[in-house]
Nanobody, 116 residues
């Protein structure tokens, strides 16, 4: 069974930074591209970033390009998302998902709130 557990969400001021992590189990992580998506209050899921299995290729949505960085540690079976220069509009529940630009399967999410 695929299990994805996100962590690292918090309340942060505009301009601040956070690092989100996702611990994976139940599948061969080293072979799987991974993705981060988010859902803001009252809105649908938004794809943010994906990374291939070997960390050679990554892609970002225009809304986060230059501010967010995706990475992975295959030895630890984790994928991370570094969030910099946070804006109030980044407030959302953040999820990791298995696959390239995938939305399922995904974890339970971690809340990021950007507010002064």
């Amino acid at each position: 069974e695929v299990q994805l557990v996100e962590s690292g969400g918090a309340l942060v001021q505009p301009g601040g930074s956070l690092r989100l992590s996702c611990a994976a189990s139940g599948f061969i992580f080293n072979y799987a591209p991974m993705t981060w998506v988010r859902q803001a209050p009252g809105k649908g899921l938004e794809w943010l970033s994906s990374i291939d299995s070997g960390s050679k290729t990554s892609d970002y949505a225009n809304s986060v390009k230059g501010r967010f960085t995706i990475s992975r540690d295959n030895a630890k079976k984790t994928v991370s998302l570094q969030l910099n220069s946070l804006k109030t509009e980044d407030t959302a529940v953040y999820y990791c998902a298995m696959g390239w630009k995938a939305i399922q399967p995904r974890g339970q999410g971690t809340q990021v709130t950007v507010s002064s």
